[in-house]
């Protein structure tokens, strides 16, 4: 018996409240131009809408690059684009940016935002490559009179599950900052040896608890068993820390989770051998006179930086370079509570 009875439409899935837990589900903050109010209440409550990130020290580090009409610069890491815009916006059309990323997922969708807002090849040049690289640019642009590096992890790249930045939500256990490049955090995990994670844990990231947690992941791994997502990493490290006081333990599991995440993706992607061949090939890339301006976000990350704007300071290479760590202002802090942890250091070349 055939049934002549008509299909009924199928409705729109709901917004989930004004606090969808989902990446999906927040699909009002996934869409900034149809959803404009929803997006300006979620960053007036502190928060940053998904698939967005927010720019942190804009004004700190505007105030130091001093950039005019007619320079040449670099945003190192080109991200959301929010840095990016600010600097366009000094340049007024006059000059031109440089912005390089590493990101194949993001880069395209900055580069189609920054276009639509009107500043295209004639004023900004994206490539896909690591700041590393810088030097390879230069016999297009000449030396840069400025440069910004912020070596945070984009928000937009932490809330996608599919991205597997964080434990707090299940997806694979990538942590690869571009996909389709070099191995997942899953796939170095297959290999890793005790010594090796245990140094990666304190190394990376000074996790008071490596022994545990990379005693726990290396006997898992040896029964046979694959760690391939963000939850099954977490629940390891969550089971490892029992030992811990109750009236301390939530707290601490955290703490140690998003370490622990934070020490394998900087190893997945060889953050910190990028950032010294980039802070090394740096003054030979600057105008005399050049300003640079990096962001960080972690102690490793921030002694390097320190530690070579000090030695090519007393070798000359630079003029002048600044004091100590500039921090967010407190205002910023509590509008945005990943600015918390920011640190920025300036150094201007001879």
């Known amino acids: 018996m055939i049934d002549n009875q008509e299909e009924k439409p199928q409705r729109r899935v709901r917004y989930q409240g004004t606090h969808p837990k989902s990446f999906k589900d927040k699909y009002k903050e996934l869409q900034p131009e149809k959803y404009a109010d929803t997006v300006a209440r979620v960053i007036q409550k502190g928060n940053t809408p998904a698939g967005m990130h927010r720019s942190i020290c804009v004004k700190e580090i505007l105030e130091f690059l001093q950039i005019t009409p007619g320079q040449i610069g670099l945003d190192a890491t080109l991200g959301y684009g929010g840095h990016t815009l600010e600097m366009l916006k000094c340049l007024n059309s006059e000059g031109h940016l440089y912005a390089t990323d590493v990101d194949s997922i993001e880069l395209p969708r900055t580069r189609e935002r920054l276009a639509g807002l009107g500043y295209g090849p ?53 942590l690869r900052l571009n996909p389709n490049k ?30 545990e947690i990379s005693r726990a992941i290396i006997s898992h791994i040896k029964k046979g068993k694959e760690i391939v997502t963000t939850s099954a990493l977490q629940k390891i490290i969550t089971d490892a820390l029992k030992f811990i006081p109750e009236k301390d333990r939530i707290d601490e599991i955290k ?50 930086v320190k530690k070579s704007f000090q030695r090519l300071y007393r070798e000359g290479v630079y003029r002048e370079i600044a004091p100590d760590s500039i921090r967010p202002s407190q205002e910023e802090c509590n509008t945005n509570s990943r600015a918390r942890s920011a640190k920025l250091r300036w150094a201007i070349k001879a």
């Open 122 to 174: 004639e004023v900004l040049t994206i490539k896909q490559m690591s700041f590393s690289e810088l030097d390879q640019i230069i016999p297009e642009s000449g030396p840069f009179n400025f440069v910004l590096a912020d070596l945070g992890v984009s928000s937009m790249q932490i809330d996608n599950p599919d991205r597997g930045f964080s434990y707090k939500t299940d997806g694979p256990l990538d």
């Open 255 to 304: 703490k140690s989770c998003q370490r622990s995440f934070q020490a394998m993706r900087i190893d997945v992607n060889n953050e910190f051998e990028v950032l010294y061949e980039f802070l090394e090939k740096l003054p030979a890339c600057l105008a005399k006179g050049g300003r640079v301006a990096i962001l960080s976000f972690h102690s490793g990350e921030d002694r390097l």
């Open 182 to 211: 070099g191995i997942s955090a899953a796939e170095r995990l297959k290999t890793i040896t005790y010594d090796e994670l245990y140094g990666m844990l304190l190394e990376n990231a000074d996790e008071p608890h490596s022994a």
